[in-house]
C-alpha cells in the first residue's frame, strides 16, 4: 500500500504539534464528561431533583451522537483548520451559556449545543492520520487516543473538584475560556489542508452508510469495538451500583479508581507501535483476551473487603487498557482502508462503538439487578469472547482463501 503523503504539500506534524492536537482531544471530550461529576450541584442550585438534572448529561451524551453522525464527515468536504476552529468556538460559547443559564430547559440546550460541538477530536484524528506517513500512523493515533482517554477519566475529577469548591458553574465558565484559547491557538497552528471530497452534505451523510455495506475490514472493526465498548460501559455503569452498595463507600472511591484508570492513557501510544510493527489483527487478539482477563479479576469484587476492591481497581485498568489498545488498532485498520473518506470511516466507526456503548449499559444495569456483580462479569466476558469467535474465524477463513505463492523456478529452468 502507498505511503499517503500530507495534503496540499503540508509537512508532516511533528512531536509538539502532535502532543497539541492530543491536548486537544482531552480537552475537547471533557465538555461531555465532567456534567457528570456536577448533576447534585446542579439539582440544588436550581431547585430541580437529582433526575431531572441528569438530563443535561443526558443532554450532552444526545448531542455528542448526533454531531458524530451529522458533523464529522464534513471533515472530508471542508477545511480541517476552519472546521475545528469553527466547532471549537460553538463549544465554547456553549458553555459559557451553561454557565450563565438560570433554568434548566436552557442548561439542556446549551449541553446539545455543547455535545454536537465536542466531535473535534473525531475530526483531528482522522486528519491527523492523513498527515503522516503509514509507518508513523499507529503510533501518532495511540497519542491522540491517549490525549482523548485523558480527557475522558480525568474530566469528572475536574467538575467535581471544581464544582465542590466554586459552584457548578465555575467548571463551564472555565471550560468556555480554555476552549476558546485552544481555539484560538489552533487557528495558527493546525496545518492548511485540501477537502479530499467535493460532494454535497447529503452524499457525506449516506457515504458513511455505504461504506459500512462495501468496506469487510470496516464492518469488523465497527463490530470489534461496539462489543469490547460495550462490556466497558456495562462494567462501569455498574460499579458505581456496587461501590455505593455492598462495599457501602461515597461516590468519590469510583472516582477514586477512574484515576487509576488514567494510567489507560499511557498503553495507547505502545499499542500504536505495536499496531505499526506487527499490525492491527495481532493486537485486536491480545486486547479481547485480556478483557476476558479482567472480566476474571473483576469476579473478585464478590469478595468484599479491601481484596475485593483491589481486584476491582485491578480489573478495571486492565479492562481499560484492553479496550483503548483495541480502539488504536481498530482506527488503524480503517484509516488505511480509503484515505480520501477518513472522516466518514470513522463516523461510521465511531457511531456502531457508541450505540453498542449504549447497549452495554442498558445490559450492564439488568445484569447487576438480575444476577448481581458476577452477572456483570459474565456479561463482559461473553461479549469479548464473541468478539474473539469473530476475529478467529476472520482469520482461518482468509488463510483457507489465500492461495499458496508459486513456488520459484530454479536457475537450470529460466
Not at 302 to 331: C, F, H, K, R, Y
Request: charge should be positive; hydrophobic fraction near 55%.
Amino acid at each position: 500500500m502507498p505511503i499517503d503523503m500530507p495534503r496540499s504539500g503540508a509537512a508532516a506534524p511533528g512531536r509538539r504539534m502532535i502532543l497539541l492536537l492530543a491536548l486537544s482531544c482531552g480537552v475537547g471530550v471533557a465538555n461531555i464528561y465532567f456534567p457528570q461529576a456536577i448533576s447534585p450541584l446542579v439539582a440544588a442550585d436550581l431547585n430541580v431533583s437529582p433526575d431531572t438534572a441528569a438530563t443535561v448529561v443526558t443532554a450532552a451524551q444526545f448531542g455528542y451522537a448526533a454531531g458524530i453522525f451529522l458533523l464529522v464527515p464534513l471533515g472530508d468536504r471542508l477545511m480541517h483548520r476552519k472546521l475545528i476552529v469553527t466547532l471549537l468556538s460553538i463549544a465554547g460559547l456553549g458553555s459559557l451559556v451553561a454557565g450563565l443559564a438560570t433554568t434548566l430547559p436552557v442548561l439542556v440546550a446549551a449541553s446539545v449545543l455543547i455535545g454536537a460541538a465536542t466531535v473535534v477530536p473525531q475530526i483531528i484524528i482522522p486528519m491527523t492520520a492523513g498527515l503522516v506517513p503509514e509507518q508513523r500512523r499507529g503510533a501518532v493515533t495511540g497519542t491522540l487516543l491517549s490525549g482523548l482517554i485523558g480527557g475522558i477519566l480525568l474530566a469528572r475529577t475536574f467538575g467535581g473538584g471544581l464544582g465542590q469548591w466554586l459552584g457548578w458553574r465555575a467548571p463551564y465558565l472555565v471550560a468556555a475560556a480554555v476552549v476558546i484559547l485552544l481555539a484560538v491557538i489552533l487557528a495558527f497552528a493546525v496545518p492548511t489542508t485540501t477537502p479530499s471530497s467535493r460532494e454535497r452534505y447529503p452524499a457525506l451523510i449516506g457515504t458513511a452508510l455505504r461504506l459500512m455495506r462495501t468496506e469487510p475490514d470496516l464492518r469488523r472493526s465497527c463490530l470489534y469495538q461496539a462489543l469490547i465498548f460495550a462490556g466497558f460501559t456495562a462494567a462501569w455503569t455498574s460499579l458505581a451500583l456496587l461501590i455505593t452498595g455492598p462495599y457501602h463507600l461515597g461516590a468519590s472511591a469510583v472516582g477514586l479508581i477512574a484515576l487509576v484508570g488514567a494510567a489507560s492513557m499511557f498503553s495507547t501510544p505502545i499499542a500504536g507501535r505495536l499496531v505499526d510493527r506487527h499490525g492491527p489483527n495481532p493486537v485486536n487478539l491480545v486486547c479481547m483476551v485480556g478483557v476476558i482477563a479482567a472480566a476474571a479479576l473483576l469476579t473478585l469484587g464478590g469478595l468484599g473487603g479491601p481484596a475485593g476492591l483491589i481486584g476491582v481497581t485491578v480489573g478495571m485498568l486492565l479492562l481499560d487498557v484492553a479496550m483503548q489498545s483495541g480502539q488504536v488498532a481498530n482506527q488503524a485498520r480503517i484509516f488505511a482502508l480509503r484515505p480520501e473518506v477518513r472522516s466518514r470511516l470513522n463516523t461510521a466507526y465511531m457511531t456502531c462503538a457508541f450505540l453498542g456503548g449504549s447497549i452495554g449499559s442498558w445490559l450492564g444495569v439488568r445484569a447487576y439487578s438480575g444476577l448481581g456483580w458476577g452477572g456483570v462479569c459474565l456479561l463482559v466476558a461473553v461479549l469479548a469472547v464473541l468478539a474473539l469467535a469473530r476475529s478467529l474465524f476472520t482469520g482461518r477463513a482468509r488463510a483457507v482463501v489465500t492461495p499458496e505463492p508459486a513456488p520459484q523456478a530454479d536457475a537450470a529452468t529460466r
